[in-house]
């Protein structure tokens, strides 16, 4: 499967613990992004990585929420202390960064849901 | 601030009969709008994309419209199936500094009835 890989599907955790949510782009694909899905609402941006870069992360809340793509490895989005509020799913998509970065497509692997108890 | 949304949360059709979904967005610079179709419990997949230079584009069972002017999008499909039944979203591409992003709609359930 060459698609963008999300794991874990399905992640449960307790008020004050912490998430770790791992996205592997797809094949030659350099570029990933993150959103959250809240249940009947469309996605929201949170942030935009490239291998070992933070390119925009101005959708991402400022505190305990973090975001790393390293030179090897998937991409990690960390929830340190969730709360309740917390609870969505988190889609990773990843492009390939046409020359024409306008028209870049983004593919969006299966997602993680994130249940805090 | 989020820009892009949609007339209809909504729609029910007979299967074999065609739908309309549209969008409102309000980036007026915005040049690149895909639609995703997202069934329960996956990920947005991708259905058809279309540049501002464009005012249609038409792919297997699905055209896009764009009219500029009143800055509307539309998904119509032709003979729908069971299988089309998902929530269907508008997004606008928004690039700022080299750094791209994609403004999602509230997104519109389509059922199609047997």
């Known amino acids: 499967n060459a698609g963008v890989m999300q794991n874990p599907r399905h992640l449960v955790r307790r008020r004050g613990q912490e998430a770790r949510l791992r996205c592997s782009p797809m094949k030659g694909h350099s570029h990933v992004y993150w959103y959250r899905q809240l249940p009947e609402e469309g996605l929201k941006f949170m942030v935009y990585l490239q291998k070992e870069n933070i390119i925009d992360e101005s959708g991402m809340p400022k505190e305990r929420f973090s975001a790393e793509f390293p030179k090897e490895g998937p991409s990690i989005l960390r929830i340190q202390q969730v709360v309740r509020g917390d609870s969505a799913a988190y889609f990773c998509?990843?492009?390939?960064?046409?020359?024409?970065?306008?028209?870049?497509?983004?593919?969006f692997g299966p997602g993680t849901r994130l249940t805090v108890l | 601030g989020e820009s892009v949304g949609l007339h209809l949360p909504t729609l029910s059709v007979q299967e074999g009969d065609n739908s309309i979904i549209n969008c409102a967005y309000s980036n007026s610079a915005s040049d690149y709008f895909i639609w995703y179709k997202q069934e329960s419990g996956k990920g947005p997949q991708f259905i058809i994309d279309?540049?501002?230079?464009?005012d249609k584009r038409q792919g297997q069972r699905v055209t896009v419209l764009l009219n500029k002017t009143v800055k509307h999008l539309s998904l119509q499909i032709a003979a729908t199936q069971p299988g089309d039944s998902a929530v269907y979203f508008c997004?606008?591409?928004?690039?700022?500094?080299?750094?791209?992003?994609?403004?999602f709609g509230q997104g519109t359930r389509l059922t199609i009835n047997p």
């Open positions: 279309i540049r501002s230079n464009m």
């Open positions: 998509a990843s492009s390939l960064r046409s020359p024409d970065p306008s028209t870049d497509t983004q593919y």
């Open positions: 997004a606008e591409n928004i690039l700022y500094q080299g750094a791209q992003k994609l403004v």
